[in-house]
């Protein structure tokens, strides 16, 4: 399978700066496999392909605050950095990716808050873009998080030009968000209300709630042609005894359905379905 398969043209005012006023009132388009025909429909409408006994697997996963803004040291520089992962409590250690990298090296001290009462030190080149931070914080582990969360602002994807606002917070989380971990929401989940959970709660669809924390491998660009030579990055995924059962016992009933809502549920489905001692 080549890259080039999958290059075409999207004009840039087709990309939404803001979301649908109501989550499950975006647009939805339904592929009909056996005729091909395509309808468009709202996204409250999937009500109308599920059925009693049918499951959903959603991911849990809570995006939190991962962008932040510093200062270098002596330059000034203004420097984002990306929070990608917590390494090491205690140390204070964190992946994180740098723009633009060509200024970080390591030994470099970056100062974050009006105050600077946040320093950061480079201590390793991990990519072209990632390094390895250690925060300086004097101070409670917790008061050192709260700090982080005051600083940082919601991480919304690059092809919004926008400036981050308040009402991000809550509109770039899914309404089932609970296990914060994630640096990019399973955005397939956005379009879900609590009241079109519930009423396909009601029309007796099972949910399985699983995790899977999305991290560096949504950022990192496909620069091969061949796409089997492309690395993929690594993702923690937590998938609960329950949710084996759910999913499970979807395949001992063979007239039902299991949607998968995005590509990384699909890929922890797969492993919930294989792994019978969950």
């Known amino acids: 399978m080549k890259l080039s398969m999958f290059k075409f043209n999207l004009p840039k ?20 496999r056996a005729t091909g025909k395509i309808s468009h429909k709202k996204f409250k409408d999937i009500i109308n392909y599920f059925d009693d006994g049918d499951v959903m697997v959603l991911n849990d996963t809570k995006v939190f605050p991962a962008r932040m803004y510093g200062n270098k040291e002596k330059t000034g520089a203004k420097i984002e950095v990306f929070l990608l992962r917590e390494l090491n409590a205690e140390s204070r250690l964190w992946d994180v990716l ?23 030190e480079v201590i390793d080149n991990t990519t072209s873009r990632g390094r390895t931070l250690r925060f300086l914080f004097d101070g409670p582990y917790e008061d050192f998080r709260k700090a982080l969360y005051d600083l940082g602002e919601t991480p919304l994807p690059k092809y919004i030009k ?12 899914t309404v089932f968000a609970k296990n914060e971990g994630a640096v990019a929401a399973p955005t ?21 709630n ?69």
């Open 13 to 32: 005012e087709l990309l939404a700066e803001y979301p649908s006023k109501n989550r499950d009132e975006s647009k939805l388009m339904v592929v009909d």
């Open 162 to 173: 926008r400036e981050v606002e308040e009402s991000d917070i809550e509109r770039y989380q």
């Open 210 to 278: 699983v995790t899977l924390h999305i991290g560096l491998g949504t950022f990192r660009m496909v620069e091969v042609e061949d796409l089997t030579k492309h690395k993929m990055d690594s993702e923690e995924a937590i998938i609960t005894s329950e949710a084996c059962k759910i999913i499970n016992s979807w395949q001992r009933q063979k007239e039902k359905s299991v949607c998968s809502w995005n590509n990384r549920n699909a890929r922890v489905r797969i492993f919930g379905i294989n792994n019978r001692s969950c």
């Open 98 to 120: 740098v723009d633009p990298a060509r200024k970080i090296r390591i030994g470099n001290k970056l100062y974050f808050g009006e105050n600077d009462n946040v320093v950061a």
């Open 188 to 208: 397939a989940g956005l379009h879900f209300s609590r009241e079109l959970l519930k009423r396909l709660e009601i029309k007796g669809v099972n949910y399985a």
